[in-house]
């Protein structure tokens, strides 16, 4: 697109460039550069323009643009196509729209703000705008629809790694796919999908990383974002490209296993649910348990005092700490 050539060309320039020269340069009309720089301008950039000497790029943003997302990212599938979006009802849901209608595996949707952002079991995620990363992957795996679950501890695997080699941040996996800092949630991920009976149309993976917000209504105590826990801004395009980065790999790797195998050592590394007694919260009522370890297929192994072991698949229990969150 016009626009994310010329912002490509601003960024490589120290100095004030002239339309004229931008226009050669590229090889378009000085009208089609005024009207890229117009939408750039309109996108946040701030370029300064002079009538003398041209424009010049004075600030980059913390954007999350396709033009931002894709530049200098390093992936062949994830990310390739990116639908960004100013304010989406939620970003889950657009995904869905566009992968019913054939957008291509890898495609990210990626909003600025959510109007009716969405957790599990109906509940509302919190989306403020211009601080959060709101993001949807649509993939297209070749698996059964019961397996579909699995993918689910691979993003949050991605998710924490990105956190921890983007910001430095000791994030941690909350069983089976919430990143917690300090103890507190940085990052929900709902996974959905449309299927056949032995067959997955597509799987959307929504993930909501608490980027920079600064600060959370009192109905969320347990609410904490990477800002509050590092003190500092984070870019947030840094961190989506991270994990697109990571999670390309892994997919490919669950993709040749189909199963977790090769990846349950880093996850149960990062896993801070484990070896530890946790609360159980099931529909007939609460239990205590020590968390063990995690199958092949992502289910949490756990031991009763009695000496009784279960596996409990994500989806039917929710896992407490038993003093706090985690
Ligand atoms: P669970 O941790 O039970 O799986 P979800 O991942 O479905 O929960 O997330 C929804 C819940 O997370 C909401 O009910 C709310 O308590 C909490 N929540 C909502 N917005 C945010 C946010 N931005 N950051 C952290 N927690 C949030």
């Not at 990212?73 to 989406?88: A, F, P």
């Not at 919190?126 to 679950?149: D, K, V």
């Not at 790797?253 to 649910?273: H, P």
């Not at 946790?278 to 205590?288: F, M, Q």
């Amino acid at each position: 697109m016009m626009k994310d050539e010329v912002l490509a060309f601003l960024k490589q320039e120290e100095e004030y460039c002239s339309g004229e020269e931008i226009s050669h340069k590229l090889g378009v009309t000085r009208a089609a550069v005024w009207k890229a720089i117009k939408k750039l301008q309109e996108e946040g950039y701030e370029i300064v323009s002079s009538t003398k000497k041209g424009y010049k790029l004075v600030n980059r943003p913390n954007i999350i643009t396709s033009g931002e997302i894709k530049d200098n990212l390093n992936t062949k599938l994830l990310g390739q196509v990116v639908e960004y979006r100013d304010e989406v009802d939620s970003t889950n849901n657009l995904a869905k729209e566009l992968a019913a209608k054939g957008a291509i595996e890898g495609t990210l949707v990626v909003a600025d703000k959510q109007n009716n952002g969405k957790g599990r079991l109906g509940r509302n995620w919190e989306s403020p705008a211009g601080t959060g990363i709101w993001m949807s992957l649509i993939l297209r795996p070749n698996i059964l629809p019961q397996y579909a679950s699995e993918l689910t501890l691979v993003a949050g695997l991605g998710v924490c790694e990105a956190i921890k080699k983007s910001t430095g941040l000791d994030a941690k996996i909350k069983w089976p796919n919430d990143v917690v800092v300090n103890g507190k949630k940085v990052c929900g991920i709902l996974t959905e999908m449309s299927a056949e009976m032995d067959r997955i149309n597509y799987v959307v993976v929504g993930i909501g990383i608490n980027a920079n917000i600064e600060t959370f209504p009192e109905e969320l105590p347990y609410a904490t974002s990477l800002k509050i826990e590092g003190q500092k801004e984070y870019i947030r395009k840094e961190i989506i490209q991270c994990f697109l980065e990571i999670f390309e790999k892994d997919y490919n790797q669950y993709g040749v296993d189909m199963s977790l195998e090769a990846l349950r050592a880093r996850y149960e590394e990062n896993c801070i649910t484990l070896h530890k007694r946790v609360k159980l919260l099931k529909r007939e009522g609460e239990s205590i348990a020590e968390a063990i370890g995690i199958t092949n297929s992502g289910a949490l192994i756990v031991k009763y005092e009695n000496g009784m072991e279960e596996e409990i698949v994500s989806g039917e229990v929710s896992v407490r700490g038993l003093y706090g969150y985690v």
